[in-house]
């Protein structure tokens, strides 16, 4: 059984026994709020790693109270559900209050090993129903949605990268009407619920909407209880108040500065950058219409609706996670004296930015460390690979093959999308393999290591955008096994899995323009 100790709820201020009607707040931050059962509920599939960090087994897992408390029918003993309040600039813009729309907490559990190893999870059932920030929206996910999430905060976790994580995925047997491409021409689609686990949900936005709305009080709380509860490790509280803030903050940045690192490293894409998307403890969070890079293409963005102003394409995430930085600090600077203290925790993004990036980038080229010039070498390349439409995953796969004795173009074959390009871009990658040669003997290391450590920093299996999508088309004719496939996969995705070369194959021609392949809407 689950262990709830909701400290969330025990702490801060919130509404409780109130009916479920879509409202404007103030001076909380979380309404209690019921989940709406659903028809008939099925575990389609669950992460072992999350189940055994909560303390659950497989029959636990399989057990019919635990299928129906992670479809909403049921409520767990402990288990107290509420949704939050948060605001967020989306686009760019300040969007007022949004909070937890289809998002319900069940609480937080913590496990055997107990809250002073840090086992404290938040859980969320998302797709569970409306709540009072639903905002016209009925508070559901579609399958398709669910799938996407499920599997990519997982693979995620299986990278190295600081995400939520998914817990369960179930098919609850009613179906949601949405218009995929916003076109008029909405459809029924299956439903289905996430059960999402982290150690904190909170936001950007928890924070901004309290200083758009001048409750400083209660901002000032929020902060003291997330350095408290979700900051433990940094020890700030012995520190003084004004000082506590700044040094929280930075840490903050940092976090957000290496988790877009990572980002950038992998070619992940998360395609809905507002501030109400951003943890606050620099973990990737709200999987909606991400991809991932196929042909190397930094203004490419998977979200139809950012199509035209790309604020969220690829290249630009880290500059959009520094801007996300920027509003959270405007909305702490109303309870801090000192303004200038926390722009300089920003500096702590730039600077920490910086050094992650050489790090990675000289570990992905296989160099033990960052030269002065590596950045116009890898510059060039970029630049290349974008003319000549370079597979992202399997240049760098392939990179890690190249004999610096002697660099032959044909080993990169296998990541160019088209004959002609390669063709027409030959010479220019064999001047840029001989210089790059040249770079690798600098290093005077062993072939074999230089081999070992690139794969181990660029992987061999990511979420491609139509393997999800082939896994949604067959879990949407009621067959989810390439669900739990793929999960199986990319648990080890820096490691050649034998057998499962089709997981690693670019993307086929048939994907390009396909819709969820190539591109995706917020319409989940
Ligand atoms: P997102 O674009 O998914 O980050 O969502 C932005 C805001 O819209 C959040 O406040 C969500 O809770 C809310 N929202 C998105 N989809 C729904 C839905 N189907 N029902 C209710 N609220 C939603
Ligand atoms: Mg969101």
Known sequence: ??????????????????????????????????????????????????????????AAMRSP???????????????????????????????????????????????????RAGERYELQL?????????????????????????????????????????????????????DMFYDGRPAAESGAIICRVAP?????????????????????????????????????ADKMPQERLPAWFSEVCIRTAKMVAEWMRVGFVHGVMNTDNMSILGLTIDYGPY?????????????????????YCFGRQPEIARWNLERLASALATIHANGDALSECLDKYDETYSNESARIYAGKFGFTDWHDGDATLIGDVFALMQRAEVDMTEFFRQLAQIDPAYPAVEVLRGAFYVEALFQQHRASFVDWLTRYARRLSQDNRLTAARINSMNQLNPRYVLRNYLAQQAIDRAEQGDASMVTELLDVMRNPYTVQAGREAFSAIRPDWARQKAGCSMLSCSS
């Open 1 to 58: 059984m689950l262990n709830f100790d909701n400290r969330f709820l025990r702490e801060l201020p919130g509404e409780t026994a109130l009916p479920n009607m879509v409202r404007q707040v103030s001076n909380i931050v979380w309404s209690s709020v019921t989940p709406t059962p659903v028809t008939a509920p099925r575990l389609l599939a669950y992460s072992p790693e999350v189940a055994s960090s909560l303390d659950l087994d497989d």
């Open 65 to 115: 109270s635990m299928a129906a408390a992670l479809a909403g029918n049921a409520i767990l003993p402990g288990s107290v559900p509420y949704a939050t309040r948060y605001g967020g600039h989306q686009f760019g813009n300040w969007a007022g209050q949004l909070g937890d729309g289809r998002a319900i907490y069940l609480g937080e559990v913590v496990n055997k090993k107990g809250e």
């Open 126 to 178: 998302k797709g569970a129903g409306r709540t009072p920030y639903s905002r016209g929206a009925d508070g559901r996910a579609v399958l398709r949605s669910s799938i996407r999430e499920f599997l990519c905060s997982e693979a995620m976790h299986h990278l190295g990268i600081p995400t939520t994580r998914a817990l369960s995925l179930v098919e609850t047997g009613d179906r949601v009407v949405r």
């Open 200 to 236: 904190s949900f909170t936001r950007f936005g928890h924070f901004e909407i309290l200083a758009a709305q001048g409750e400083l009080e209660l901002l000032k709380t929020l902060v003291s209880f997330t350095v408290d509860r979700d900051f433990s490790d940094l020890n700030l």
């Open 291 to 311: 991809g991932w890079i196929d042909n190397f293409d930094p203004g490419w963005t998977p979200n139809t609706t950012d199509g035209e102003g790309k604020r």
